[in-house]
């Protein structure tokens, strides 16, 4: 609800912070930069390790496929 003028003066006066809707938005937009840059973080490191585990995976494919080859001869 929005303070009466005589309010809103006498909180200027006195030195008391008048609430700005405004300010409202603000926080909202730095909380959502924050989640958001933490979660860019987080799928960085997840893309890297979703990279070592496509590696890990071709070079146990490629071991197992040795393996085989070489048991058979």
Known sequence: MCPELWQV??????GFPV???RMGIVLTLIIVGIVLLILG???KAAM???WIGIILLVV???MWIMRSVRSRT
């Not at 003066?9 to 006195?14: D, M, R």
């Open 48 to 50: 890297f390790l979703l």
């Open 9 to 14: 003066s006498t909180l200027l006066i006195s």
């Open 41 to 43: 973080i987080a799928v």
């Open 19 to 21: 609430y700005d809707e």
């Open 60 to 62: 146990g494919a490629i």
